[in-house]
């Protein structure tokens, strides 16, 4: 079975530019997470997908950040525009969504540094 | 709010050793998971083990077991017969009812040969 997909893995962009992440989860998971991991801390969930519905986004700035499940299946995580303090990595994750089934599993990440 | 805290940074352990990797929590919730995740310096995070809140019973994988203390709100880690291969980044992590997962803020595991 496939696992979570994540593109690009590394970016490197200067400060109030634009960037754009891609996950593809676990084939039939309905849940799907983005979480902001800053170096030296755990990871810190930035917004909830249940199938194409937001779950939670109390921790997302809106004013930068946007996502997107257009189809219930990939999502597309936004910033724009970054600052020195986004650098970090963004990992995505996927959950079956099923009670009983709610272990997530991760994909490897993207690392963000700006400039 | 639920809050995790893991009080070791830093943790050493010699090959074929057994070392326990501590983690507490704070919750007013009555069933929940807990769960260590893995983070290899390749930056995948992998499922180590989880925890039931009302089994009562510790988890195990192989190597891996917990020690739940549901009362002292405490789910350490121990690692058995440690391996060069289990040097990472170990997270504790609580999971709420709406399935979001709050990380501690890890502890380095390093193996020595």
């Known amino acids: 079975e496939a696992g979570v997909a994540q593109s690009p893995r590394y970016k490197i962009i200067e400060k109030r530019q634009s960037v754009a992440f891609w996950c593809n989860p676990i084939?039939?998971?309905?849940?799907l997470y983005w979480y902001q991991q800053i170096l030296g801390q755990g990871p810190k969930l930035l917004i909830q997908f249940q199938n194409n519905g937001v779950v939670d986004d109390s921790q997302l700035p809106k004013d930068r950040f946007s996502a997107e499940r257009l189809k219930g299946v990939d999502s597309t995580l936004k910033i724009q525009p970054a600052k020195l303090e986004d650098s970090a990595v963004y990992l995505c994750?996927?959950?079956?969504?099923?009670?009983?089934?709610?272990?997530?599993?991760f994909g490897p990440g993207t690392r963000l540094l700006v400039l | 709010a639920q809050t995790v805290t893991q009080s070791q940074p830093e943790m050493s352990v010699q090959e074929a050793e057994t070392v326990t990797l501590s983690c507490t929590y704070d919750?007013?919730?009555?069933?929940?998971?807990l769960f260590w995740y893995k983070q290899p310096p390749s930056r995948q995070m992998i499922l180590v083990i989880r925890?039931?809140?009302?089994?009562?019973q510790n988890a195990t994988e192989n190597r891996f077991s917990v020690n739940f203390q549901k009362a002292a709100k405490s789910f350490s880690l121990k690692i058995s017969d440690s391996q060069l291969g289990d040097a990472a980044m170990y997270f504790c992590?609580?999971?709420?009812?709406?399935?979001?997962?709050?990380f501690g803020t890890g502890t380095l595991l390093a193996v020595q040969p």
């Open positions: 994750a996927s959950s079956p969504g099923r009670r009983g089934q709610e272990t997530q599993y």
């Open positions: 919750t007013s919730e009555s069933d929940y998971y």
């Open positions: 992590a609580y999971r709420t009812v709406t399935n979001k997962l709050i």
């Open positions: 925890q039931e809140a009302y089994k009562q």
């Open positions: 084939s039939g998971h309905a849940t």
